[in-house]
């Protein structure tokens, strides 16, 4: 952790912090691009010789992002499923770094995938499984219905030629989901693709 305007840690004194100012946490990656960037309303600090602790409210961050980039920057995201290794009401996070860091293979886009329902036990849960099936570890195609849209019609994200989804295990799916199971079935069929619900 860098902390602009201060050569040394143990320089470092909370009293240099208050409330007319702005503080964030800047996630860069190993070439120095800025990846995402967090607003802070600091709460309390702690300075030792070595490091500066800081207990802060984001705004802007999902909940369970800061635990998904953490993954990120220590062991980058090689496996499928790992966003299962956060809570549940923390898969936002996971969903939020998925669309910062995706990997699109735009050469060879896929036109036919398989998901899972077996892997889905909640809103969030569907559209991490959805975002890998389609673009391999830590894929994104969208973290609610409105970004969805934005996926399918947008070369950006991969979109445009999903012609197939094969959902296996759907029942399980339509009783976890609830009314947004025929949601997102409805919204494919609208872009006509095929749903084929095993």
């Not at 800081?54 to 499923?81: C, H, P, Q, R």
């Not at 036109?111 to 329902?117: L, N």
């Amino acid at each position: 952790m860098k902390i602009i305007g201060c050569e040394k840690i143990s320089t470092f004194s909370p009293e240099c912090l208050n409330v007319e100012n702005d503080y964030g946490i800047i996630l860069k990656d190993q070439y120095g691009n800025i990846k995402q960037a967090y607003f802070l309303n600091p709460a309390q600090f702690k300075v030792t010789n070595d490091n500066v602790y800081i207990n802060a409210y984001t705004y802007g961050g999902s909940k369970g992002v800061l635990k998904a980039w953490k993954n990120y920057f220590y062991d980058g995201v090689k496996e499928y499923n790992l966003w299962k290794n956060l809570k549940p009401a923390e898969r936002q996070g996971w969903l939020e770094l998925a669309l910062r860091c995706q990997n699109i293979d735009y050469e060879n886009p896929k036109t036919i995938i398989e998901i899972d329902g077996s892997d889905i036990k909640c809103y969030n849960d569907f559209y991490c499984t959805l975002g890998e099936a389609l673009h391999g570890p830590g894929g994104y195609f969208g973290r609610n219905l409105n970004a969805l849209v934005d996926c399918i019609c947008s070369p950006e994200f991969g979109g445009g030629k999903l012609q197939k989804v094969i959902w296996k295990n759907s029942k399980r799916c339509r009783w976890k989901l609830k009314r947004k199971f025929k949601m997102i079935v409805d919204l494919f069929h609208e872009f006509r693709i095929e749903v084929e619900l095993q």
